[in-house]
């Protein structure tokens, strides 16, 4: 999930992608197949960045977050998401600060917890 261009701090202008042809039909039941796989496992009915922190080597940051016990952990219109607590979702009308306050407290509830830092996959641009 890392690359020289984000290493680096490029932006990228134009991109050329070559792809291989096949069986529109095989092509279009893998799509299918994923999206319904994402929809049973993410929380698609709010507003989120994605999935919210990396995942620790060994581990799955959606269940320390879970163990921890701050599955549905909120500060006004943020909350870690329900259905996967690898999410932070917006509720309503959450805010940078309500995000950040949520995402911090989880860092360091998980790091207090399991020793474990949960470094996020979003960035914060200040």
Known sequence: RTSLIQKESLIVLWALFA??????????QIMHDLNRKRKEKQPLQYGSA?????????YFA????????????????????E??????????EGTYDEARQVIEHVQKTVQERFGVWLETEVKFIE
Request: net charge negative; hydrophobic share 35%.
């Open 19 to 28: 792809f291989d042809t096949g069986d529109v039909s095989e092509i279009e």
């Open 50 to 58: 994605g999935s919210t922190f990396k995942r620790p080597e060994g």
């Open 62 to 81: 959606g269940k320390l977050i879970e163990d921890a016990g701050l599955k549905g952990y909120r500060v006004g219109d943020m909350m870690v998401s």
């Open 83 to 92: 259905k996967h607590c690898g999410f932070v979702v917006n509720v309503g």
